[in-house]
C-alpha cells in the first residue's frame, strides 16, 4: 500500500509542486525568474537620520517613527523579527517532511499523499517569500550578500529541478530515493542559509528593519490558504492564484501605518 501512496504522489503531487516552481514567473510572481535566475538589482536611496530600503515597490525603514510622537520609535517585537520567520520556516519544513514520511512507512495511502501535498505547497509557499522578502534584503548588503542570496536562489532551482524529476518517475522505491535526495539538499541549503546568509544579515541590519521586514514576510503568508485543497492535487491553478495574491501584496505600496 505504501508503494501505492508514492506511484500516486508522483503522477500528482509532484507534478504540482514542479509545474508551480517552474512556472513562477509566468504566473507573474516576481520581476525576475524567480528560483532559476539572478534578481533585478534595486535600488538604496538614503533618507537621513534613516536608511531606506526599496525593493519591490516596499520601504523597510531602519528607523521607524510612531506616528504620535514624531521623533518616538515604534514598539517592535523581537519574534517578528525575518530571521525568526525562516526559522520557523525551515522547522515547519522539517516537521512536515517527518509526517509524511511516518504515514508513508506505515502504508497509509491517503494521508501520505495530503502529507506530500502539504510538504510541496509549504516549499512553494516559503520560497515565493524568500524570493521576493529575504533574498533581496540581502541583494543591498554588498557583493557577498548578493552572492550568498544568489546561492540560494541555485539551491531552490536545484529544489525545482528534483520536483520537475520527480513527476516523471512511476516506480516508487526510486520515487523515494529521489525525494530523499531532495531533502538532504534542502537540509544542507537551510542550513548553509541560517548559519551564513541570516548570521549576515543580522550583523548587517538593526532589529527595526528584520522586524518590519518579517511583519511583510508573514502578512504574505498568511494570505495564502495554510492547505491545498486535498481533492484536486493535479490542478495548480488556485496555488498560482494565491502566489499572484502574495505578490500583489509585497509590491503594492504600503498606506500609511501599515506596518502592523
Not at 548588503?141 to 513527476?167: V, Y
Request: glycine share 4%; aromatic share 4%.
Amino acid at each position: 500500500m505504501a508503494q501505492v501512496a508514492s506511484s500516486v504522489i508522483c503522477m500528482a503531487s509532484a507534478q504540482q509542486a514542479a509545474s508551480t516552481l517552474g512556472n513562477i514567473k509566468s504566473a507573474k510572481l516576481a520581476p525576475y525568474s524567480s528560483l532559476s535566475g539572478r534578481a533585478r538589482r534595486t535600488t538604496v536611496s538614503v533618507s537621513s537620520p534613516a536608511l531606506v530600503h526599496s525593493w519591490q515597490g516596499r520601504q523597510i525603514r531602519a528607523k521607524i517613527s510612531a506616528e504620535r510622537g514624531g521623533e518616538e520609535e515604534e514598539e517592535v517585537t523581537t519574534k517578528e523579527d525575518i530571521i525568526l520567520e525562516v526559522k520557523h520556516d525551515h522547522a515547519e519544513l522539517e516537521e512536515c517532511f517527518q509526517r509524511y514520511k511516518k504515514a508513508h512507512s506505515k502504508g497509509q495511502d491517503h494521508e501520505a499523499r495530503n502529507l506530500f501535498n502539504q510538504f510541496v505547497w509549504e516549499i512553494s509557499r516559503h520560497s515565493v517569500s524568500e524570493e521576493l522578502i529575504l533574498y533581496p534584503m540581502m541583494d543591498l548588503l554588498g557583493d557577498r550578500g548578493k552572492e550568498l542570496a544568489d546561492q540560494s536562489r541555485e539551491d531552490h532551482h536545484r529544489t525545482k529541478e528534483i520536483l520537475a524529476e520527480l513527476q516523471t518517475i512511476s516506480d516508487p522505491s526510486l520515487f523515494e530515493k529521489r525525494l530523499n535526495i531532495m531533502m538532504a539538499e534542502l537540509r544542507d541549503h537551510m542550513k548553509m542559509e541560517e548559519e551564513e546568509d541570516l548570521a549576515y544579515l543580522e550583523a548587517r541590519t538593526d532589529l527595526a528593519t528584520r522586524v518590519t521586514a518579517g511583519r511583510t514576510f508573514s502578512s504574505g503568508k498568511k494570505i495564502v490558504p495554510t492547505h491545498p485543497h486535498p481533492e484536486i492535487p493535479d490542478n495548480f491553478v488556485a496555488l498560482e492564484v494565491a502566489l499572484r495574491l502574495l505578490r500583489n501584496l509585497f509590491t503594492l505600496s504600503p498606506s500609511k501605518g501599515e506596518s502592523k
